[in-house]
Every structure is written in C-alpha cells, then in structure tokens.
C-alpha cells in the first residue's frame, strides 16, 4: 500500500506539472489529429477497406503519439537535479516507475480519446457501438505501451539523443501488443462478435501487460541506477 501511495504521488506531481504547461499533451494531441487529417484524404473515407484498416491506423498513430509524452516523462526531471532528488528519497524505485507509468497512461488515453473523435468524423467509423469492450482494450494496451515508455525513458533520459532513441527501442517490443490491439480493434469498428481468434489476442494483451509490469518493478534500481 505504501509502495501505491508513492506511486499516485509521482503521477499526481507529473500530470500537475502537465496541466500546467502542456507540453506533452498538446504535442501529442496535434500529432495525432493532424495524421488522421492527413491519411483521411489517403483514403476513402466509409469504405470497407478503410474500416479494416482503422484499427491498424490507430494504434501507430497512438504509439507514435506516446513516444512524445514518454519522452518528457523523465526529462522534466533533469533541471535543477530534480531526478537525482527523487532518487535519493524515501520513494522507491518501483513506486517512480510506477507513478511515471500511471501518469503516461492518463496522458495517452486523453490523446486515444481526442483521436477517437476525430477518427470518426473524418473516417465515418461508429466506434462507439461497443464502447465498454473498446474502453476495456485502450486501458490494457495503453497500459502496456506506457510500462514500455516508463522504462525506456528512464533508461534513454540521459543520452543527447533520447527523442530518436526512446522510439527505435520501444516499437520493436511494442509489435506483439500492437498487433493485439489492432486485431481487436478491427473486430470491434466491424460490430463483430469477439471470437476464439479476437480473445488469444487478448490473453497475449494481459500477458505482455503482467510479464512487462513486473520485470519492471523487479529491476527498477537497476533501470533507475543507470
């Protein structure tokens, strides 16, 4: 419990800081819409071929929006030795990890959700028939995707290139959850009923989430430390 209580301390201090200056939010959030902007004219919006590929089109366009939150998740730390600070205090490793997490997870979802908006009205996508399982399967790969970004923020936060580092590290981990993600997703915009296939993929969503969050905490010294 003490562990969580750090936890929702480091992420109530970055979304704080978040709101008040926007950095990552506003970046993220206008990188998103103007590439669904973009590919709207790609493509032809209502069509079947396009509804296929919905779901793929989200998710690297939430990936890629995430890797600019992630990349401040760490940084906004460094002036003023504000990390070495939060490292020598009383809160653990696994708790800064976690809060970096829960924070990035709150941030991407406010982008997921802006996306979602503007992804129905320029591609003529009804994602909001099944909104329950589609909130269920933001939540669990978002997840995923911001335990990834916490780690290899801290991990990357103090290299010159951190902003092309962070992303060529983190996609080619993020496939299989992706992948997931987006299988799940295409059932959902088509009104399908989520099938043996649709499920695997969700069992591989909640294994990658399970065995990526406690590799993360077992070796959050270790990460922080370097």
Avoid: H
């Amino acid at each position: 419990m003490k562990s969580l209580a750090q936890a929702l301390s480091v992420a109530r201090k970055d979304l704080a800081i978040e709101l008040r200056t926007k950095e990552s939010i506003n970046a993220a959030g206008a990188f998103a819409v103007v590439i669904l902007l973009l590919f709207s004219f790609a493509f032809d919006p209502g069509a079947d071929a396009t509804r296929e590929i919905g779901g793929g089109l989200l998710w690297l366009v939430f990936a890629f929006a995430g890797a600019l939150i992630f990349n401040r998740g760490f940084a906004r730390e460094l002036p003023n030795d504000c990390l070495d600070t939060l490292l020598s205090s009383a809160v653990s490793g696994a708790s800064l990890l976690l809060g970096k997490s829960f924070a990035n997870l709150l941030m991407l979802l406010a982008v997921e959700f802006l996306s979602l908006f503007v992804f129905g009205i320029f591609y003529d996508v009804r994602w909001w028939l099944r909104p329950l399982e589609l909130a269920a399967l933001c939540v669990l790969a978002t997840w995923g995707i911001s335990v990834i970004g916490a780690v290899f923020g801290a991990l990357t936060v103090n290299l010159r290139l951190r902003e092309l580092m962070l992303p060529v590290i983190i996609y080619p981990l993020l496939i299989p959850l992706l992948i997931a993600a987006i299988e799940i997703t295409n059932a959902l915009f088509s009104n399908r009923p989520l099938g043996s296939y649709e499920l695997l993929w969700g069992r591989v969503l909640l294994v990658f989430d399970i065995v990526f969050t406690a590799l993360a905490m077992a070796l959050a010294e270790t990460i922080l430390v370097n």
